[in-house]
């Protein structure tokens, strides 16, 4: 690869191509990157965050909003939050146009 413009670099890392669709990371998966978090029981847990991945498992940014839809296995005693005070609940989280990642939260009741 040559570097045409001079600026030091080439390919994808130019500012020239790294919007060339042959540079785009289109997502194809997706992948929790925060490391396991302890839950108190009936407790708000940390913020759990998500993350889109390319074929490479590399991040990858949203084209257009991503809708993710959340569950849990097993459900019962497992609520899911979209704010960090755990009062609204979610079944769906949303990675916004343009971003790699996006979080909840959940309680979890004893069983």
């Given amino acids: 690869m040559e570097d045409n413009d001079c600026d030091g670099k080439v390919?994808?890392?130019d500012s020239d191509c790294a919007s060339t669709a042959v540079c785009t990371r289109?997502?194809?998966?997706?992948?929790?990157?925060t490391n396991s978090v302890p839950v108190t029981t009936g407790a708000c847990s940390q913020?759990?965050?998500?993350?889109?991945?390319?074929v490479t498992s590399a991040p990858?940014?949203?084209?257009?909003a991503a809708?993710?839809?959340?569950?849990a296995a097993?459900?019962?005693g497992v609520t899911l939050y979209s704010d960090a005070?755990?009062?609204q609940q979610v079944s769906q989280i949303t990675v916004?146009?343009?971003?790699?990642?996006s979080w909840f939260l959940l309680i979890g009741a004893a069983t």
């Fill in 47 to 54: 913020a759990l965050t998500v993350e889109l991945r390319d």
């Fill in 74 to 76: 097993p459900p019962a």
């Fill in 11 to 13: 390919g994808c890392a």
């Fill in 96 to 101: 916004p146009q343009g971003q790699s990642q």
């Fill in 67 to 71: 809708t993710i839809d959340l569950s």
């Fill in 60 to 64: 990858a940014v949203a084209p257009a």
């Fill in 85 to 87: 005070a755990c009062t």
């Fill in 26 to 33: 289109v997502p194809t998966g997706l992948a929790f990157v």
